[in-house]
Antibody, heavy 123, light 108 residues
Framework: QVQLQESGPGLVKPSETLSLTCTVS??????????WTWIRQPAGKGLEWIGY???????NYNPSLKSRVTISVDTSKNQFSLKLTSVTAADTAVYYC???????????????WGQGTMVTVSS | EIVLTQSPATLSLSPGERATLSCRAS??????LTWYQQKPGQAPRLLIY???NRATGIPARFSGSGSGTDFTLTISSLEPEDFAVYYC???????????FGPGTKVDI
């Protein structure tokens, strides 16, 4: 059973870079069955898709965040990572790493979720 | 960008009652609509994928239907553990841009 675990600082200063890592266990980040995805959720609000990376290295980002986001993968450590630059208080949220299942017969489903990690942007 | 609208925002029901939640897309998403359940302090959980397929381990009281722009999640008889927020999500475009609905809260 594939499990995901986020890690990274819980507090980031405004204008700095938010960096989070997701460790994949019980499966491989090199799997072609998943888009490895980041989703965030401000307190009391809805879900916002940030972007994903595929095993091939191809990425796709939310247009509203694209200029500030980089998602990368480290196959040697079975991890994928998120970097969000120039953060503001609006980036304060719970950040989830998620496995988006795209293997037939499933068209697309956020199938595996990490527990989430709270990141606060504050000086 | 495809916008998802969910209604009602809040649904107040009692255990044993039937819940009907709606998700409407601003343009057709074919059958590519997914439903999630989220309880306080927890990550969302996949319920229904591709409009009508229950995910592994999801009870039969949960069902999904619809295609095109109008979709429904039905909980046939509410159990106490079903009181939560439900989100719909779509990935119908290429390159994929994922969007979520604002959620429907089912409370007692």
């Amino acid at each position: 059973q594939v499990q995901l675990q986020e890690s990274g600082p819980g507090l980031v200063k405004p204008s700095e870079t938010l960096s989070l890592t997701c460790t994949v266990s019980g499966g491989s980040v090199s799997s072609d069955s998943y888009y490895w995805t980041w989703i965030r959720q401000p307190a009391g609000k809805g879900l916002e898709w940030i972007g994903y990376i595929y095993y091939s290295g191809s990425t796709n980002y939310n247009p509203s965040l694209k200029s500030r986001v980089t998602i990368s993968v480290d196959t040697s450590k079975n991890q994928f990572s998120l970097k969000l630059t120039s953060v503001t208080a609006a980036d304060t949220a719970v950040y989830y790493c998620v496995g988006d299942l795209i293997a037939a017969p499933v068209h697309d489903a956020f199938d595996i979720w990490g527990q989430g990690t709270m990141v606060t942007v504050s000086s | 960008e495809i916008v998802l609208t969910q209604s009602p925002a809040t649904l107040s029901l009692s255990p044993g009652e039937r819940a009907t939640l709606s998700c409407r897309a601003s343009q057709s998403v074919s059958g590519y609509l997914t439903w999630y359940q989220q309880k306080p302090g927890q990550a969302p959980r996949l319920l229904i994928y591709d409009a009508s397929n229950r995910a592994t381990g999801i009870p039969a009281r949960f069902s999904g239907s619809g295609s095109g722009t109008d979709f429904t999640l039905t909980i046939s008889s509410l159990e106490p553990e079903d009181f939560a927020v439900y989100y719909c999500h779509q990935r119908a475009s290429w390159p994929p841009i994922f969007t979520f609905g604002p959620g429907t809260k089912v409370d007692i």
